[in-house]
Nanobody, 124 residues
């Protein structure tokens, strides 16, 4: 059974940094497309960053130049390095996995497996 477990969230001041991790369990040997999403209270789920099995990446405009997505397939772990954090980055952050290899997308409906999320709070 596929399980995604996020960690690394917390509270920081504006301008600070956090590194999120997403450990994947229940499968090995397949380099699926993975992404980070976020959802603030009362808002829809927003795609933040995606990475394919060759390391190509895609970012939302709101985080370009500040966030970096990466993966360590040997550890079955996905990362999101977040720098220069802003109060508007405050959200629950989720990792997700696609089941196909078609299109590096930030659309939530393209992803089949989700973690439970980790909270990021940025104060001004």
């Amino acid at each position: 059974q596929v399980q995604l477990v996020e960690s690394g969230g917390g509270s920081v001041q504006a301008g600070g940094s956090l590194r999120l991790s997403c450990a994947a369990y229940g499968y090995i040997g397949s380099r699926f497309y993975m992404s980070w999403f976020r959802q603030a209270p009362g808002k829809g789920r927003e795609g933040v960053a995606s990475i394919d099995n060759d390391g190509a990446t895609r970012y939302a405009d709101s985080v370009k130049g500040r966030f970096t997505i990466s993966r360590d397939d040997a550890k079955n772990t996905l990362y999101l390095q977040m720098n220069s954090l802003k109060p508007e980055d405050t959200s629950m952050y989720y990792c997700a996995r696609k089941d196909d290899y078609v299109g590096l997308t930030l659309r939530p409906d393209a992803y089949s497996y989700w973690g439970q999320g980790t909270q990021v709070t940025v104060s001004s």
